[in-house]
């Protein structure tokens, strides 16, 4: 089966997790087109790390498919460098690798995975520091960064493999008020040129603004979903009704 | 040294405060040798010269033998004693490491492997020669090693020395395995995760971001056992190898075994140990702090 654009980039259908006796994803489906982004929601523990870290195998999954352009993630003979290839993870912790400068963090993978030409790789990832705004920070090491700082190169380090899908894990999460900003707007900038994205977060005003659907998860279910101008407003389950009047 | 109000400063507060119970400081940890002897006082080695020529004086006064006597015979001694035998320790322990540190980097990455046999079959080895005593891994290599090997026709013998060096690499080498493996496991999982989700493969990662982060954490633990391996060299001397405490006897007895000889002897030999180990404690303990405060 070959993916068409007019089919979904990511298809999440009927996916159960555990961890050991902890069902953690109780059977989740999703659909994202190309050039959407979706943000999920939910309280703490209710599997919105786990259901992303499925999408590009980090996590395996018990039942149900979930495929990416058409290929099903967890298909045991997949090839999984393949897959990474295609979607990008920026994570909470931002992750970067600490005994390589900013640059060098941007240029690794190309470099190493994609076997590309080392010129041509630099003058690249010079124009993504730059696009993340970082100009100037190229041999800072992570640890001469600030935490927005860092998640930012974090973030040009995921797309220098230019990816088709994002995925951010809660990434503004781990810094302080005034720095998470700059941290949203250069992923609106993303979602503004048409990266596929897919979020998890706690910002509800951002994921009101960019989002073209909301996605609230509760204990390993979808409860209810909808695009942000319907969700925030009209949101009918109790449980969704709940979260929102504690977090907004 | 930061100061925490309350745990290592007054506190600022009247309310009672649990302190925390400082474990690392209370339990034995595998760098203890090291400590203690990077710990000793610059002159320790004087003391150990002058209570081993002084005390033949005091234990065996009525004797006709004179410490003046068992002076003269461990100076004229001293040379060969250093040129044949403990030149030879220190070749041993250098080619015991060499070969312990090769075996152990390959072992400990075999305890990490995806390969659940290789994983277990390293864990097994690691565990046996880290747990069993260095003088009968070294009887056994005695016993088992033939004495020459036939390789393509020729005739390579195998000397006693030879066969303590690979007898004392393989308890070295069970150490380092555990060295590269608690290493590695120090690094945060996330960096294997992040890794990964650059497509990165497993040897990519390993190589490339793993080891690079946890190399410098590993030298400190390395030179201790270093240390701690040179100090175990004169087990050799049950082997019959020609080394500083093998030496050490013959000389005595060609000095017709006076009793008063025993410690200017034996006490230059710990003298030699302590002169060679004291430095590479020293430093072990200097990187260790070094490399602690930057991850
Ligand atoms: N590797 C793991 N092993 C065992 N249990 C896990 C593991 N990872 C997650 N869990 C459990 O799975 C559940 C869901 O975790 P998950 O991280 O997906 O939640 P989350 O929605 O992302 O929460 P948060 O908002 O706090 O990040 C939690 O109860 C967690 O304890
Ligand atoms: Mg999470």
Known sequence: MTWTPDQPIISIKDVHKSFGDLEVLKGVSLDVMKGEVICIIGPSGSGKSTLIRCINGLNDVQGGSITVEGIEVHDPDLDKLALRKKVGMVFQQYNLFPHKTALENVMMAPLLVLKRDKAQVEEEARALIKKVRLEGKENSYPGELSGGQQQRTAIARSLAMNPDVMLFDEVTAALDPETVKEVLVTIKDLAAEGMTCILVTHEMGFAKEIADHIYFTDRGVIVEHGPPSTFFERASDPRTREFLSQIL | ?295
């Open chain 2, 1 to 295: 040294m930061k100061t925490i109000p309350g745990v290592t400063a007054r506190a600022s507060t009247d309310l009672p405060v649990l302190k925390p119970f400082d474990v690392a400081a209370h339990s034995p940890d595998s760098m203890m040798m090291t400590r203690w002897v990077a710990g000793l006082p610059w002159w320790s080695p004087a003391a150990i010269l002058t209570i081993s020529l002084i005390w033949p004086a005091i234990a065996y006064a009525q004797s006709s033998y004179s410490i003046g006597q068992a002076t003269e015979a461990l100076w004229r001694w001293m040379p060969f004693l250093l040129r044949e035998g403990f030149l030879l320790n220190v070749l041993i322990s250098i080619f015991a490491m060499l070969i312990g540190t090769l075996a152990g980097a390959a072992l400990g990455l075999g305890q990490i492997s995806i390969n659940k046999w290789v994983r277990r079959f390293a864990w097994f080895a690691t565990q046996l020669f880290r747990n069993s005593p260095w003088l009968v891994i070294l009887f056994i290599v005695l016993l088992a090693l033939p004495f020459e090997v036939r390789i393509f026709g020729t005739i390579m013998t195998f000397p006693d020395w030879w066969k303590a060096v690979i007898g004392l690499s393989l308890p070295v080498m069970a150490n380092i395995s555990e060295i590269v493996r608690g290493a590695v496991a120090s690094v945060p999982t996330a960096q294997w995760e992040a890794s990964e989700s650059l497509a990165f493969s497993r040897r990519q990662t390993l190589w490339r971001i793993i080891l690079p982060q946890c190399f410098k954490r590993m030298i400190p633990p390395w030179m201790n056992w270093y240390a701690i391996l040179t100090m175990a060299t004169p087990l050799c001397s049950l082997l019959g190898v020609q080394e500083l405490i093998t030496l050490s006897r013959q000389a005595m007895e060609s000095e017709n075994n006076h009793p008063e000889l025993l410690m200017p002897f034996y006490g230059f030999a710990l003298l030699m140990f302590f002169i060679y180990c004291y430095p590479i404690a020293r430093a072990t303990i200097a990187l260790e702090r070094r490399f602690s405060v930057k991850l």
